[in-house]
């Protein structure tokens, strides 16, 4: 199956940014993720403009069709500036109106019966969308972990092509060209631990700023931790321990070290992050859900069963033989 990235990307933004307006009732928080969205898109649509003008046109300007790039900016950007205009303008209707305040109550209702199951159908839905959440979150872990690795090869001098990423959640990504020096090759190997670290990061700076901090705050602390940090050191930790084809391998072979090297550089921090989140964890279960456990034990039964059955199924079968999600870059 493949998917066009930019037309994807495009779509996806656009949704998330109609999705923040519809259910956030606060101008200035939902204006602040608004920008920071398109601010965000357009990064990832430069780049792809750049990607572009390397792979499909030989870095020839003239055969470049710039205008067309130009634009597309020009509309996107104008289309979504038009949408936060009128939103800004209608913000008191916007929010009065019934279909939105439905939609609110509605999601509050599903939140409430998400964190708080009582009855057996409840707490079967409850396991059903937390899988699918934290599934949902490791293929977008997966996705920052192999976009980096696209963006170390722009930095090089060459270009990306695609990236796969299969039932299992394991991925890679194909680029060319540019320079291949050892500096290159190292920041390439890197690139996927470094892309998830900087993302977490500045998520996590972000909630740290937010005062009024409740589950949801709690809880986005705790998945920033889990599908960010401890999968990107993690990754590089474990692998490094394993006979199979990953970064912390190749870097390894790269800079003519023992694997076991890199291990033992990674494990504290791997170590350190295990026990942050496992203190977040309990103060989440002690704020919030105490005497209640069903949420909390779940969650944290999640987290084992989306961090570890991907290194599980990697010795068992060859992921690289199952089928493939290709999105088109």
Known sequence: MEIDWLITISLLFMGLIIGTMILNDKKKKALLITISLVILHNCCAILSSINAYRRDYNYDINLFPLLNYLLYFILYNASLLFIIII???????????Q???KARNSLRKISSNFFNPETTLQKVLSIVLLLCFFYILGFLTTLVHEFGHCIARVLCGGYYEKIEINLFLGGRAYSTGGSYTTQCRILSSLAGLLAEGIVGSVLFVILISIKKRNKFWTLSVLNILTTLFIHGVG???IYSLLDTNSDAQTLSNILNINPITIFWITLPFFIGIICYSLIILWKFYKNFFKPQIFFPTFYFICILILYWYEIFFSLVIDPYNLPFLTILL
């Open 87 to 97: 939103y800004i303008l209608n913000f008191k209707r916007f929010n009065e109106n």
């Open 99 to 101: 279909i939105i305040r």
């Open 235 to 237: 990754y590089f930790t």
